[in-house]
């Protein structure tokens, strides 16, 4: 019995030591998504990018106009952002602006800190999937 408890301290004391006990203990959170400040000049910046891309993919003529929303989110290491984009496009003759909203998913392709390459899924109110 004496070997036992000698053994399990030893294993206990190795745990501390490489703070691995920390991770058996901690509770550990859902991938759940957190607000951002949907004014944050990145954000923002994000925003611009999307409408460019979706502009330049279908040959569409938005403006950004500004970011509704902003969440981000951890998923294995890598940050997803979800935003809703207002955008508008002149339509009629007399300069009317037409109103559309946008659903954005931002990823880094590559998860790898030194280098981000950002993927772009971006769709308008009418295209994008209802959850």
């Known amino acids: 019995m004496n070997k036992l408890n000698v053994f399990i301290y030893i294993i206990f004391a190795i745990l501390i030591s490489t703070e691995a006990i920390k991770n058996i203990f901690k509770k550990h959170k859902h991938h759940d998504w957190e607000e951002e400040d949907p004014t944050d000049s ?3 910046k994000l925003g611009q990018d999307s409408i460019n891309l979706y502009n330049r993919k279908y040959s569409a003529h938005f403006e950004f106009f500004q970011v509704l929303s902003a969440k ?7 940050l997803h952002h979800y935003l809703e984009i207002s955008a508008v496009m002149a339509c009629g003759d007399n300069g009317k602006l037409c109103p559309e909203i946008f659903f954005v998913h931002v990823f880094d392709k590559e998860g790898d800190d030194e280098h981000h390459e950002l993927g772009f899924h971006v769709a308008k109110y009418g295209d994008a999937p209802i959850s």
Do not use: D, L
């Not at 981000?72 to 890598?78: A, M, T």
């Open 72 to 78: 981000k989110q951890y998923s294995h290491g890598i």
């Open 42 to 44: 990145n954000i923002v």
